[in-house]
């Protein structure tokens, strides 16, 4: 079965370390996003990427980095510089960007940083 | 820039009751919406979705929902609701011109009861 795998589903860190989360697809698809969901806000863009080798900042990008150098995978890496770390993180995938092209969505990775 | 408002953050409702969950979108410009659900430590999944054409959009699992261009509303609907629809359900828009991408509303809890 075609779909998305975010590793771990639990992740726990010390206050100052880097972590990264793992995002792989195998639905051949060219857009992969990052969001991030906090109880009673919906979901965030932190960064998205429309094909390899390029990818753009969303609407939180501070404190995150990404990398795009295989078509299937789309890592997130959380810098020490991220002030609220903690947070339950989704990774998700569309045929093409934009317009009517619907999201397939991980089961994501719970974050806690202390 | 396009946003949404999801006006209820939790809905209860009985089991086999009907129930409408609200949604209503500003945008400058023409857009398309979609409705996704979440359960329990998941990622989301699509329900159903407004491209163009008919107003009534007919989902997965007896959910439809209408779209209205006057009243920048795209209400979820199900005419009897069972103990599994107890989820998270989060309303979505993006521009369906140029570029852009999925701005989420906070979501809505529906809570059945048996």
């Known amino acids: 079965d075609g779909g998305i795998t975010q590793s771990p589903k639990y992740l726990f860190r010390k206050e100052g370390q880097n972590v990264t989360l793992s995002c792989e697809q195998n639905l051949n698809h060219d857009a992969m996003y990052w969001y991030r969901q906090d109880p009673g806000q919906g979901l965030r863009l932190i960064y998205y990427?429309?094909?390899?080798?390029?990818?753009q900042k969303g609407d939180i990008a501070e404190g995150y980095s990404v990398s795009r150098e295989k078509k299937e995978s789309f890592p997130l890496t959380v810098t020490s510089a991220q002030k609220n770390p903690t947070a339950f993180y989704l990774c998700?995938?569309?045929?093409?960007?934009?317009?009517?092209?619907?999201?397939?969505f991980g089961n994501g990775t719970r974050l806690t940083v202390t | 820039a396009q946003s949404v408002t999801q006006l209820d953050s939790q809905v209860p409702v009985f089991e086999e009751a009907p129930v409408e969950l609200r949604c209503n979108y500003s945008?400058?410009?023409?857009?398309?919406l979609f409705w996704y659900v979440q359960y329990p430590n998941q990622g989301l999944q699509l329900l159903l979705k407004?491209?163009?054409?008919?107003?009534l959009v007919k989902g997965i699992n007896g959910f439809e929902a209408e779209f209205n261009k006057s009243q920048t509303s795209f209400h979820l609907r199900k005419p009897s609701v069972h103990i599994s629809d107890t989820a998270e359900y989060f309303c979505?828009?993006?521009?369906?011109?140029?570029?852009?991408?999925?701005?989420f509303g906070k979501g809505t809890m529906l809570l059945v009861s048996p």
């Open positions: 979505a828009v993006t521009l369906n011109s140029g570029y852009s991408t999925l701005t």
């Open positions: 407004y491209l163009s054409g008919s107003t």
């Open positions: 945008s400058s410009v023409s857009v398309y």
């Open positions: 990427s429309q094909i390899v080798n390029d990818f």
């Open positions: 998700a995938s569309s045929a093409e960007q934009g317009y009517n092209s619907p999201l397939h």
